[in-house]
């Protein structure tokens, strides 16, 4: 993916923001921190991928804008794209692909926005997380490797690799394994569990036959004690009837009775209430005359509450009159109290305006000072227009030489170390040389002794295989003798049959096939002892051939070391071949630099515009500390201004009080007047009148209305009575009818009782003659009842017997079918366990990191030789030797997975922390970059655009120039590279530089080439 074009619309820290990538190869995105420099990389990946550092996704919008526009335009395998995304805040978004044609874009956009991100990311066959761990190296990463442990690097290098879906899959299976495992476990549990329960069918079927005969005979029985109770109980039923007839005659004897004496009851009170009645009509007369006058006092009543409510209504109209007028002489105060106020207030105000009227002499003196201040001051603006540029311009040749030197001081220093390091080898390679032919003849010598070993190793596969052969052999012989032995011992029965046709044999034919067996017997019998022999002799040679593997394994352990010593033997050779020429060179340029440093002869053209600008500064004779002054100077007077502006200011307040006092006096004058006619002559106050006169025309007295109201209540009884006397005179003619009917009924109920007592004596002489059967009945119920309980336990017992059967029929097919199961879990849990095998760290995964790491030690090395010179080598190492124990030396040596990372140089193997900073970060920038690119290439996409921010800021500036120098040696390796920085000196080594500024319109771009 080669970058052409980004276009930004409220991304971010951005508002509007075009960047051309065509013609860019090497450059540097540089700006302060937080200008917005990582978002021009977030828009790239949040076009394509819809991936950015935003927490939510309406958080790549630009702060008070409502969307979010992105267009990227990039070049892939020779084809242009152009990507379009937008976002609305709160809303929907869109995503567009298109493809550059003759005639223009073409769309390639599918029908939802899920399907198109899949069609993109087909065509640049990278995804998002490939994308940032190859073509973006971020900070931090770099010396990831390096920094861990060994044994924490396969887990890193997985990472990456994304092998954690084999890890998953391992869990998976593992799951299912234990699933399968306790499900075959628990299928065990429950056939052997059932095959104990069917072991007991036959003793519950001899039991179900006992319990069958026992119901019998208890059914018989209770049959014959069922027909005795019937007879006795309709003995019983026969005397139950006659005892209920009797009981319901004593009940009637006593309904009679009871009525009896109800009636005599009712019949007193009703006399009573009779003679009541007659006392209450005698006295008609006087409570006649009595109604009369509470009637007359009544009337009276009426008539003076209509005086009252009248006198009442008047009262209350008054009252509300009276608070209107009393409302509106207190607002009028009110009014009267605020323009008070308002003069007092205005006396205060006179007398601070005078106050500062008094000091107009004072700031006009001072205004003339602050304006001889202001000319002087205006004077050396000027001039610091004019010698502003300069002092920038001096700065800038001041650092452009202080930067030169510094290059030339670090490639001397460089320089210095580096024929130091050659005279070194130079010294070494004697040594060298006769070290590699010692290597190398070793090497010879376990190289003999590994295909000895295979060849042990062969013969003793031989070995095995032949005795598994041996094995089986064995068994097969065993077989046979156990088949011919049941043969003769079957023949050994005076009527034996013919074990092949089955036909009885006579004594001829017996003698043959006994002869015949005992034969056959007998040879493999001996086949068997034969068989025996060799497989002890088999067993006697493996010992052998293991003793002398594990003798060979113990000598053949240095082999792996002497392999990696001869490496790095050979390379430090390799690297002293042209030593002596490198040498001249190296002492010539260190002459050359130290001449230009003594002398100062480098940026001559620099030096002179710096002399330049000297001259004209003196010249110009401008001095910051005179323009200080000057600025105070302005400062100290600019009080001035500020009073004057108040005397303005209490000028205009004192011509507003003059104009305003004479206002507010006229207005308390008005408002006086005002409450004078309020209290005397207005409408309310002539209401107020008008309505006292009605009052005095009412005439009502309370005392006379109070007089009436007693006298009512007290007449109000000759009310009550008056009812009371018309309620007896309706009652008395029905109340003396119901005395003469409670006789007549007295007299019928006395003749009942007599005839209920008749019937009472006639049942009793019946009941004699029946005799009382209960207890018996009670005796054979209970025996029936016992009985019943008896059987009722048999048939319980009888039917959990049944019941029993038919569950160990069922559990006979559960038993046969959890077989099956049983086997079926067996088979899926060896499948599963091999699976999480397969898919763990030892299996798929250390298999894919064994094949990827030969690539990544070629493709570390080709790069790490491009930046050393051919310096410093890498080897990856993913097993060594464990340690040696007590029974080392009768025990195969035991290798341990790790995956060191061995690094040499021309002075041989050492530790990567014995390495300087400069060789260090090539390292680490080395295998970062491999892996970048073995990523890319796993992806199935080149890798042609790079984008490196690994902290230049922790470098000094011998760092960055080793760190430019690296750029620029891979830089024909990609199509495009940026690199992402805020220190100054490293972007200035960049001809190509996308400077990011932050203005208050959003961050701005700036392309300087």
């Known amino acids: 993916m080669i970058p052409l074009q980004l276009s930004l619309t409220n991304f971010l820290s ?40 935003a927490a939510t996704e309406d958080d790549v919008i630009h702060a008070g804008a ?209 003679q009541e ?23 009276q009543e009426e008539a003076l509450a209509g005086k009252f409510q009248a006198h009442q209504k008047a009262v209350e109209q008054k009252r509300k009159l009276q608070e209107q007028q009393t409302g509106v002489i207190n607002e009028l105060n009110l009014q009267l109290r605020q323009i008070q106020t308002q003069l007092q207030e205005l006396d205060k105000q006179e007398q601070q305006n005078q106050q500062i009227l008094n000091q107009t002499g004072e700031v006009e003196a001072a205004l003339a000072k602050l304006q001889q201040a202001r000319i002087r001051l205006n004077q050396l603006d000027e001039l610091q227009l004019q010698v502003s540029p300069l002092l920038q311009r001096r700065q800038q040749l001041q650092n452009q030489i202080d930067r030169t030197h510094a290059k030339l001081s670090a490639k001397l220093e460089e320089i210095s170390a580096s024929a130091y390091q050659l005279q070194a080898q130079q010294q070494r390679q004697p040594k060298l040389q006769q070290a590699v032919m010692e290597v190398a003849t070793q090497i010879d010598q376990l190289e003999k002794k590994r295909v000895y070993q295979q060849r042990v190793q062969e013969k003793g596969l031989e070995r095995r295989s032949f005795m598994e052969r041996l094995q089986e052999n064995q068994r097969v012989c065993e077989q046979k003798l156990g088949e011919l032995q049941q043969k003769i011992d079957m023949l050994q029965n005076p009527d034996a049959i013919c074990p092949l046709c089955d036909r009885p044999l006579d004594e001829h034919h017996w003698n043959r096939v006994v002869h015949k067996t005992q034969n056959e017997h007998q040879e493999i019998q001996q086949e068997f002892w034969v068989i025996r022999e060799q497989l002890a002799v088999c067993e006697r040679e493996i010992q052998v051939l293991r003793g002398e593997y594990r003798q060979l394994s113990q000598e053949l352990a240095p082999y792996e070391n002497l392999r990696e010593q001869r490496g790095e033997l050979q390379a430090q ?196 003659q029946i005799p009382n059967t209960i207890n018996e009945i009670q005796t054979l119920e209970q025996q029936m009842q016992w009985r019943k309980l008896q059987l009722e336990e048999q048939l319980r017992q009888l039917g959990s017997l049944q019941q029993q059967l038919q569950h160990l029929e069922a559990l006979n097919q559960q038993y046969q079918t959890q077989t099956s199961q049983l086997q079926q879990a067996k088979r899926q849990y060896k499948v599963h366990s091999s699976l999480a095998e397969a898919f763990g760290k030892k299996g798929i995964q250390a298999y894919m990191i064994e094949n990827i790491l030969p690539q990544l030690e070629a493709e570390t090395n080709s790069l790490l030789a491009r930046l050393t010179g051919n310096q410093l080598h890498v080897q990856f190492v993913t097993q060594r030797a464990g340690k040696s124990g007590r029974t080392s ?121």
Request: net charge negative; aromatic share 6%.
């Open 14 to 53: 951005y508002r509007q923001a075009t960047l051309d990538f065509r013609g860019l190869h090497t450059a540097c995105i540089c700006g302060a921190n937080g200008a917005g420099k990582s978002s021009l990389l977030e828009a790239i990946t949040w076009a394509i991928w819809g991936e950015s550092r």
């Open 66 to 274: 409502d969307e979010v526009h992105v267009i990227f335009v990039f070049e892939h395998q020779e084809v242009v794209y152009r990507v379009l995304r937008s976002r609305r805040r709160g809303g929907g978004a869109t995503l567009e692909f298109q493809v550059q044609t003759p005639t223009g874009y073409r769309a390639l956009t599918e029908r939802g926005m899920r399907s198109t991100q899949q069609l993109i990311s087909q065509h640049l066959r990278l995804d998002y997380d490939t994308f940032i761990n190859s073509a973006y190296l971020r900070q931090g990463r770099a010396d990831e490797f390096m920094l861990r442990k060994p044994t924490e690097r396969k887990q890193i290098l997985a990472d990456l690799l994304k092998l954690s879906q084999y890890e998953e899959l391992a869990e998976k299976a593992k799951d299912l394994s234990r699933q399968f495992k306790g499900q075959a476990d628990q299928i065990q549990q429950d056939l052997d569990r059932i095959k104990i329960q069917l072991q007991q069918r036959d003793a519950i079927a001899q039991e179900q036959a006992t319990v069958e005969a026992q119901v019998n005979t208890l059914q018989q029985a209770q049959a014959a004690d069922n027909h005795e109770l019937q007879r006795l109980q309709a003995l019983q039923h026969q005397r139950q009837t006659w005892e209920q007839q009797l009981t319901w005659q004593q009940q009637q004897y006593q309904n009679l009775r009871g009525d009896i004496e109800r009636l005599q009851q009712d019949l007193a009170s009703s006399q009573q209430q009779q």
């Open 277 to 299: 009645l007659e006392n209450l009509l005698s006295q008609e007369a006087e409570i006649t005359a009595g109604y009369a006058h509470f009637q007359n006092l009544q009337s």
């Open 889 to 1009: 030396s009768k025990k195969d040596v035991k290798m341990i997975d790790t995956l060191d990372i061995l690094i040499a140089d021309a002075r041989g193997t050492r530790a990567y922390e014995t390495y300087s900073g400069g060789e260090a970060f090539r390292i680490n920038f080395s295998i970062r970059l491999a892996l970048a690119r073995l990523l890319a290439q796993r992806a199935g996409t080149a890798l042609q655009m790079l984008i490196v921010d690994e902290g230049f800021g922790t470098q000094d500036q011998e760092g960055c120039d080793r760190l430019i120098a690296a750029i620029n040696a891979i830089a024909n390796d990609f199509a495009c590279i940026l690199t992402v920085t805020h220190m100054p000196y490293f972007k200035e080594a960049f001809q190509a530089r996308i400077e990011v500024n932050k203005t208050p319109n959003g961050s701005q771009l700036r392309l300087s080439m």
């Open 573 to 768: 050779l390799q690297a002293t071949g042209d030593v002596q020429q490198r040498l001249q060179q190296m002492r010539a340029e260190v002459e050359q630099l130290e001449r230009s440093l003594a002398t100062g002869n480098y940026a001559t053209e620099v030096q002179q515009e710096l002399r330049q600008l000297e001259q004209e500064l003196q010249n110009l004779s401008y001095d910051e500390k005179n323009h200080a002054l000057a600025r105070n100077e302005v400062e100290r007077w600019r009080w001035a201004e500020i009073k004057q502006d108040r005397i303005k200011e209490a000028q205009r307040r004192q011509t507003q009080i003059t104009a305003r006092r004479p206002e507010l006096h006229a207005e308390i004058t008005e408002i006086q007047s005002k409450i004078e006619q309020e209290q005397i002559d207005s409408e309310l106050s002539h209401q107020i009148a008008a309505i006292n006169q009605k009052i005095a025309e009412i005439a009502y007295k309370e005392s006379d209305y109070n007089s009436l109201r007693t006298a009512v209540r007290q007449a109000r009884s000759w009310e009550m009575r008056y009812q009371q006397l018309a309620a007896a005179q309706q009652q008395y003619p029905q109340i003396r009818q119901r005395c003469q009917e409670l006789a007549g009924v007295w007299e019928v109920r006395s003749q009942d009782v007599e005839t209920a007592n008749l019937q009472i004596n006639n049942i009793v002489q019946q009941l004699q």
